[in-house]
């Protein structure tokens, strides 16, 4: 009886919790709703949709509604998956209630047929002739229907295989019912291929929400996917850290089924490297597996991978892993990739099919890292995807939470304070959330409220912004709307190999300077966007805001461009806020912008405005287009040479900043963490030398009359030196 009473209390407090969780969700959705003059259910799909392609989930989902009700056809939106060449469509089911309301299997398979009579129609001459020439459906079918054959692109993507399988994915703020199995729900297979739901009920977001910075954990289970009731292992250190390392042998079958199963989801979020098969790296492995499956083991450097627990079990006399939590491939994703999709491969070499690869044959050596501490985790896991060897280079860009660049816009957002403006009386901060979750976690980690409210108004939830917000304000700044509109993660693989490429020629160019010039942009954006909602002709019909904003701001930057200006980003930090004859320019080119966005004629013929703007042609488009810049103040501008200038004297500032910052990173660590680092270098530098005795200054060992003779910034030199020195070494930073 007692166990019943503690689960009947345990099921209670979760359905609190998911009550609360709702009323929270459902409020953010209602007032956002109300200040964008959005459906709640249009709302609902944008949250949904940040949300999972921020958590690396999808990589982008494009919001393209059609419905026909005559015809049951439905669809929100959808998402191309090209690691998985999985084709999603996207369809929501919104309660809009408070109370807890259940999603009933027969509610789940009505919508899977609405979504996939799209898919099914999308190459269909009788569905396509049903529609309107002017019809967004029209280009939207058209668009998704290339991926059902192989396409060969010229530029940058080559070839694009097809779809290898399809996918509806649900949306809902309902539960779930434990009664559903969502292998058992039907749904019929698209265009003879297989076919299945992907369902975010309410539960399941709210996990994803308080995850923080991780995704949907893949916990593995051996014991059922290897014949022998586990994967055999042998342990590779003995130590009694919470760090374990083993080696194993994967069979190809394990891990195809693996990718199977979890997908992309199994690659570490920020090293999905898989190229498809144009390198000669994959196509050696193609081969390879096709000619000579046993061989495989002998020509490839094999998986590195991560888990934050592992079940063991003695068996025969072997080590078995039964289970791993969190297994995560840190690399090896391509590895991974090639067991997997050439067996799915059209075509023949030296008169074999590659439907016929025999992965029976195939072993992959696999180098486990388990880390039970999940404050090192993060920092641990990155420098094992930086470490591990690669037949295909890990970019830099790769590695994009964690990169340097990230690092240091992160610190400037949490020592920089803005200054004071109009709205906001005293010094506030904007706060870079660079790993997902990290605003939250903050107001979280205070015990008392009083705390979390001094922080909130100190770093407003209003001015944090994510890395995806960081690229779509400076790629708008530099005048690429229509990267900006390829979605989120999109947006960020582009600009984000240009600004590491930046970053590696000189990183003095990301200081003070760049981070002031970076929240002016911050602040044009966001500012143009509310203009925007709230301008009267938006309202009188809205849609295609985001699209507005971005063409809007890197149009007028290409029209002042022309005459010799740019807009004094200076002022904007200094004011927190952009002046009224900049905000009226905007408002008066925003409305030409939405205008020509509608208009089938100056989209010469593309049905869908949205996805038009995606397309480098409609950029040139804009550029061509006669519009005259007569409103602005001539306050708000500087010149071209103006601009030149104060990027020289930032230079300057951003050299002096260079040496404080030396100061302040020294005097921020505690003396714990020096003298920690002072124990991890004596086993690698004399303790009698020079340089050893500097650090010892720092260290808790050393007297107050000692630490006062540090000389700034001889000695913060020395110390930071050797703080790199340390954990290129291997030392780890305590987060």
């Known amino acids: 009886m007692a166990d019943k009473g503690n689960k009947d209390s345990s099921e209670n407090n979760e359905k609190l919790e998911l009550v609360e969780f709702k009323k929270d969700l459902l409020n953010l959705v209602r007032v956002a709703a109300d200040v964008s003059g959005e459906v709640h259910e ?20 494009q919001k393209d509604p059609y419905v026909n009700s005559r015809k049951g056809i439905r669809i929100d939106g959808w998402n191309w998956n090209k690691t998985e060449r999985i084709l999603s469509a996207v369809i929501t089911k919104f309660s809009n209630d408070e109370d807890l309301v259940t999603i009933s299997k027969a509610e789940i398979e009505k919508l899977g047929k609405q979504a996939s009579r799209f898919i099914s129609n999308i190459n269909d001459d009788k569905f396509l002739d049903s529609l309107d020439a002017s019809d967004p459906a029209l280009e939207l079918a058209k668009e998704m229907s290339s991926y059902l054959s192989d396409l060969g692109i010229d530029g940058e993507e080559g070839f694009r295989p097809a779809a290898h399988k399809f996918r509806v994915i649900i949306f809902t703020d309902h539960l779930l019912s434990e009664r559903v199995k969502l292998g058992k729900l039907k749904i019929d ?31 593995v289970d051996f014991s059922e996917l290897c014949a022998e009731g586990g994967l055999p292992t042998l342990p590779a250190n003995i130590s009694e850290s919470e760090i374990s390392s083993y080696i194993c042998v994967m069979p190809g079958t394990v891990l195809r089924d693996l990718y199977d199963n979890f997908g992309q989801r199994l690659l570490e979020s920020n090293v999905r490297t898989f190229l498809q098969f144009r390198g000669k790296v994959n196509q050696g492995m193609k081969s390879t597996l096709l000619q000579n499956p046993e061989n495989f083991f002998a020509y490839n450097n094999g998986l590195t991978v991560t888990a934050s627990n592992i079940e063991l079990e003695e068996k025969s006399g072997k080590l078995l892993i039964k289970k791993l939590n969190n297994m995560q491939i840190v690399n090896g994703g391509q590895t991974t990739s090639a067991i997997y999709f050439s067996p799915l491969s059209k075509g023949k070499q030296q008169g074999i ?13 696999m180098k486990l890292t ?12 990155s420098n094992v995807a930086r470490y591990a060897n690669s037949q295909n280079a890990i970019q830099a860009a790769d590695l994009i939470s964690n990169h340097p660049l990230h690092r240091e816009i992160e610190k400037q957002s949490r020592t920089l304070w803005a200054p004071a403006s109009e709205d906001i009386a005293v010094q506030t901060r904007w706060f870079y959330e660079r790993a997902r979750g990290q605003y939250q976690t903050k107001i979280l980690a205070f015990r008392t409220p009083a705390k979390a409210r001094n922080f909130q108004a100190e770093n407003p939830k209003k001015q944090m912004f994510t890395k995806t917000d960081m690229a779509k304000y400076e790629n708008t700044w530099r005048m690429r709307p229509w990267e900006v509109k390829l979605g989120a993660q999109g947006n960020l693989a582009k600009i984000g190999e240009v600004l590491i490429k930046e ?70 930090w200094n004011a927190q806020k952009i002046s009224d004859s900049l905000l009226n320019q905007i408002i008066d080119l925003a409305k030409v912008v939405r205008d020509k966005l509608l208009d089938i004629d100056f989209r010469n013929g593309h049905a869908n405005p949205s996805m038009f703007a995606r397309k480098r042609e409609a950029w040139d488009c804009f550029k061509a287009h006669d519009y005259e810049i007569n409103i602005i103040s001539k306050d708000d501008l500087i010149t071209k040479k103006q601009e030149k200038n104060r990027q020289e004297k930032n230079d300057e500032l951003n050299s002096e900043n260079a040496e404080i910052d030396v100061m302040k990173l020294c005097t921020d660590i505690t003396d714990d963490e020096w003298s920690a680092i002072y124990e991890f270098l004596k086993q690698h530098l004399p303790k009698e030398s020079k340089d050893m005795k500097t650090l010892n200054k720092f260290t808790k060992l050393s007297s107050p009359a000692m630490q006062r003779k540090l000389q700034y910034p001889f000695d913060f030199n020395t110390a930071q030196k050797l703080r790199n020195v340390a954990i290129d070494n291997g030392f780890i930073v305590p987060d």
């Open 42 to 61: 249009e709302k609902f799909f944008d949250d949904m949709s940040e949300l999972l392609c921020e958590a690396g989930v999808y990589d982008d989902i």
């Open 189 to 219: 297979n698209i265009h003879e291929k297989e076919t299945f739901f992907e369902i975010w009920d309410l539960k399941r977001i709210r996990n994803l929400t308080y995850a923080g910075t991780e995704s949907e954990p893949c916990d």
């Open 353 to 365: 099919d590659f439907r016929n690869i025999d992965l029976t044959k195939v072993y992959v050596q």
């Open 370 to 381: 388990v880390i039970e501490n999940d404050e090192d985790s993060e920092i641990i896991k």
């Open 503 to 572: 970053w590696d020629e000189n990183p003095d160019n990301f200081g003070i300077m760049f981070f002031k010039d970076l929240i002016a942009k911050a602040i044009l954006f966001k500012t143009t966007d509310t203009a925007i909602l709230k301008s009267d002709w938006y309202k009188e019909g809205g849609g295609l805001k985001a699209e507005t904003s971005t063409y809007t701001i890197a149009l007028l930057l290409f029209k002042l461009d022309k005459l010799g200006y740019t807009l004094d980003l200076k002022r904007i």
